[in-house]
């Protein structure tokens, strides 16, 4: 599971999960971004503490890891990149990777989408309100202009319990003085005050 993780939060961990059990994964890796170019200028957390974030909210789940490959890599984050290193460390294995439906749509639409779909099975989560014409489409486009016959087998769905929660939110409710608790872990809820972290 890729993302920024600014900060982590019970959407990420909720899908994670439930991704696990629906398809028996023997784990999950949370893969913190390095410096995600789109969003450049953006001022973020340093990678080092997204990446203790993410330590923090994982480690009570046996099945949870985090990877620091996207985060030691020191340019620019391309899915491609990623899936190729991690076939090389773990051989043999087979590949699922967990997002938002929203992030699927913007991987496909980039970069070496026929590479990337050799590589990995995508488990894309809807997020609540999530229009799911937008995914059709681009599996009839993938199907259709790059030949991918088995699209369906390789872009699965599942559906999260209504959980609206996001790390923009989250940001923009510590700077405005609102809570942020149940939001996300508490040893993160603290963490984030005491750092200081999304005042400004
Ligand atoms: P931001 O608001 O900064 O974009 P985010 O909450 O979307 O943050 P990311 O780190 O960008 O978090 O997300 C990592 C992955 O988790 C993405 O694939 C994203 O689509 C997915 N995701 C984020 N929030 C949820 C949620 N509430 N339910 C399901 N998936 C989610
Ligand atoms: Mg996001």
Known sequence: MGGTFN???YG???TAEEARIQFNLDRVIFIPAGDPYYKKGQKIVTAQQR???TIMATGSNPYFYV???EIDRHKPTY???TLIELNKIY???QFFFITGADA???ILTWKNPDDILNLCTFIAATRPGYDMSKIDEIKKKLKDEREITNINTKIHIIRIPALA???TDIRNRVKEGKPIRYLLPEGVVNHIYKMGFYKE
Do not use: F, G
């Open 7 to 9: 900060p982590i939060h």
């Open 12 to 14: 990420h961990l909720v």
């Open 51 to 53: 990446y203790l974030m």
């Open 67 to 69: 990877s620091r490959i």
């Open 79 to 81: 899915t491609i990149d």
């Open 91 to 93: 051989k043999d294995s």
């Open 104 to 106: 699927v749509l913007d």
């Open 165 to 167: 929660i996001s790390s």
